[in-house]
């Protein structure tokens, strides 16, 4: 072998001579191949493969509408229609982007919940967690100009409102707001780059996605039991076994999603968006589209501009802390008999804030606005600091391989089949 | 500059050793190393040529000179009745016009100024001798929705002047904000009256 060539195991001349120069099938081959992966995973570890299947879907579906769409104010409406009525499979390719919006924040949430319940955010993996984040908050910048495009009265006062959050900015927030605009009102040069950046953001996501898998793969995936795998009892090579538990997942996942693209498409729109955009009236209730409800309803829980902005910004940069504000080495929720219930609590009430944020800003969804978001932020700033110094955990199990096993009735462990911890690094 | 020239030698691994191991000869003078201003003068260039190749990117964004010319708008006030509203359209925003009854004057009037959020006289927001026509920009200072109350069958909010819709803002008979999150009055654009019932906005 010349100098200079990576040591390729592959078989075929063709993909070895490739590999030797550029090693990528010795890389897909460690990395999803033989990738040593936790036994015992659940279903809850799907969700980042299907949030990787909702970015391919979004993306191939983004790109061949935006090959008949017109950011222009005159025609933008007009063209979605077209694309609605006259394109070769425009209503279908149309309501899987618009509904695939819905599925990958579903999966992303489902992601985010399953990552604060088993404790993934903690020691070594907060630097995965924070790029996480980051992929949350700019799959929100995404979706929200996105649903500007059709240039409805939702897309419309939507912007509208969105873009003055920065005018609750003292002193320079009015210049910073006509310079998103590029002008004195959302136009024709705010659709256009709202356009631009909607096509190119995606590209970013991917960027930092592959941060994501990379930091992924240097730490390993946490697990149900949150403690490490002990050595090779406690984990199973992902092809082919995570890749078949995925696979499983992704049919589920696009039942789900067919159902909604053909059965309800509308269901989780606004029916105010199929009126043209018109800059003199606003409708009776402007609400965001269901994925941005929480962050709505905090956002109006507060009666004063400037700090309703600051709480909304504040409950997605507070999880950047996350890590430090929950120092309980105990990962998972299993083995946190309190934090488990203030848990449960924090996702109802999501949910409530959730709810809350579509209705009318007036007694008493105000009031329940405002409990709800309390909530929020003393999970965080309150009650997972507390609980960390002062929650008894329940014993964690001796390895994953253990647990598992005794999982299936118990008896006797073949010699050799669990390592005792610290026998093996 | 100066500080950094004067502050005192740094100890690094390389001026711990001897002189003569210093074959470059970057450290014979006292003082700190000219390699520290070196970095520091190319670091500073660097700043300063990245910032001036990055402006035209996002000036490029604000407004452009095409947008900036349709800046003002005329109105014609001759057909508006006594109580009565017009909305015209200015930089891509509505104006509301209104030809205030004595009554709402009065109660505009009325107010005193310790319990207004945005503390402004009545008369400040409208034209000596004009006082009958308000003219504001007809967007809420919350965050941007139109507040109704031009139409007679709107909804005009608990001080008979606007009420926004989106998060409840109310307005008074001078655009002021009386009551909701809105931190500002309705603003009061730029205008004149280019004859008796004619103005220019912007």
Redesign the interface.
Known sequence: MPEGLHESDVKNPVLRWVDQRLPVISMVQREYGTFPTPRNFNYFWNFGALAMISLAIMIATGVVLSMQYTANTHMAFDSVERIMRDVNYGWLLRYIHANGASMFFIVVYIHIWRNLNYGSYKTPRELLFMIGVVIFILMMATAFMGYVLPWGQMSF?GA??I???F?AIPVVGQSIV??????????N?TLN?FFSLHFLLPFVITGVVFLHIAALHITGSNNPLGIEPKGPQDTIPFHPYYTSKDSIGIVVYLLVFALLVFFAPNMLGHADNYIPAN????P???VPEWYFLPFYAIL?A?????G?VVLMGGALVVLFFLPWLDSSPVRSMRFRPIAKWAFLLFTANFFVLMWVGGKP??APYILIAQVCTAYYFAYFLVILPFLSKFERPLPLPESISRAVLSHRGGGPLPAGATAKPMEKA | MADVLASPPKTSPSEAGPRQADPVGVHHEEGPPRRDFLKLAAGSFAAVGVGVVVWPFINSMNPSQDVLALASTEVELGPIAEGQAITAMWRGKPVFVRRRTPQEIQEARAVPLGELRDPATDQSRTKPGKEQWLIVVGVCTHLGCVPLGQKPTDARGDFGGWFCPCHGSHYDTAGRVRRGPAPLNLAVPDYTFTSDTRIRVG
């Open positions: 006062w509208t409102v873009t003055n959050l005018s006509t310079w998103l605009w590029g002008g004195f009102s959302v136009d040069p780059r800059p003199l009236v606003t009776a209730h402007i109006r507060v009666p004063n501009k400037l309703g800003a007036e």
